[in-house]
């Protein structure tokens, strides 16, 4: 199988294509951060062929990531080892899965906290989305009972496919599913429910999964074309951000993208399938500044 991997030098700020109707705040004094490239360093099919994966996350344990599947009230989410592939944990969580599409990670306090995005809605037709939330350390004997949050968008339904967190502002973001621009949703973690505020879209089409880098240098966007990861500066606000040409990019050949994320150490991890293979494959790419490390 071929792929393409392209690396792109970060030179300038430059605006990434917002078109009408986009909102993007400029902030005129910003400084390039320093060029930094990705290199895959393993590629690992998963041990069992869950065939719906439509998100990831990280564990608080590293070299392990969290797996869901987009199955009709079969609310399971699953513990991988990247290294292996092999699943360690198949976790029940007590609620609906209507459409879980992606998840999300935070920490607080020392305190791991998983967020999962019921927020699917392909035929908008969903009165609101809704996050499933609960503590890591809280998994016994394989069950968790999690806090639910329900928002509802300002105008109409949309068909959401991606969510992440910014931990330091303490917001959800929710990004449509689309052939045209990506809009962006946002709003405070704090809010058990609530409507969404709409902060601008993005010039990037279906995309189906989004993470935040812990060092709030990166965020990583998951779409059918392949990965595509641009770099963000200290102050950035995701609200604010104009998006600029990405400075790694990962496009697929056969693939079909299941989901993507951040490790601890800005490591980037995405689950992938071949149209001509059985099982999913979990592949790992490792910041060339950072210091080596086998995973």
């Known amino acids: 199988m071929n792929f393409i991997t392209r690396k792109l030098p970060y030179l300038l700020l430059t605006l990434l294509l917002f078109k009408l109707g986009c909102k993007s705040i400029e902030n005129k004094n910003e400084i390039p951060t320093a060029i930094v490239n990705y ?70 306090g020392g305190v791991n906290t998983i967020h999962i995005g019921d927020i699917g809605d392909q035929n908008k037709v969903r009165n609101n989305i809704q996050v499933y939330t609960f503590k890591e350390n809280s998994v016994l004997d394989n069950f968790v009972a999690p806090s639910i949050n329900v928002y509802q968008f300002p105008d109409k339904p949309k068909d959401v496919r991606a969510m992440m967190v910014h931990q330091k502002n303490k917001e959800y973001y929710f990004f449509t599913y689309s052939q045209k621009n990506t809009e962006i949703f946002k709003i405070s973690m704090d809010k058990q429910e609530g409507t969404l505020e709409r902060v601008g879209c993005v010039n990037l089409k279906l995309v189906e999964s989004v993470d935040y880098s812990e060092k709030y240098n990166n965020i990583v966007f998951l779409s059918k074309m392949g990965v595509h990861l641009f770099n963000l500066n200290e102050k950035d606000n995701l609200s604010e951000i104009k998006n600029r040409k990405p400075k790694f990019e990962y496009h697929f050949e056969n693939f079909d993208g299941k989901g993507v994320c951040f490790a601890s150490d800005n490591s980037l991890y995405v689950v992938s399938k071949n149209v001509k293979e059985t099982n999913p494959k979990v592949i790992v790419f490792n910041e060339e500044q950072l210091s080596s490390k086998e995973i």
Do not use: C, M
């Open 39 to 108: 290199d895959k360093v393993s590629e690992q099919p998963l041990s069992h062929n869950l065939e719906k994966i439509t998100g990831i996350v990280r564990s608080s344990d590293y070299g392990k990531i969290w797996v869901q599947e987009n199955t009709e009230n079969d609310p399971y989410i699953y513990l991988y080892d990247v290294t292996t592939g092999k699943q360690l944990k198949k976790v029940f969580v007590r609620g609906t899965s209507l459409a879980w599409e992606d998840l999300a990670y935070s920490e607080e």
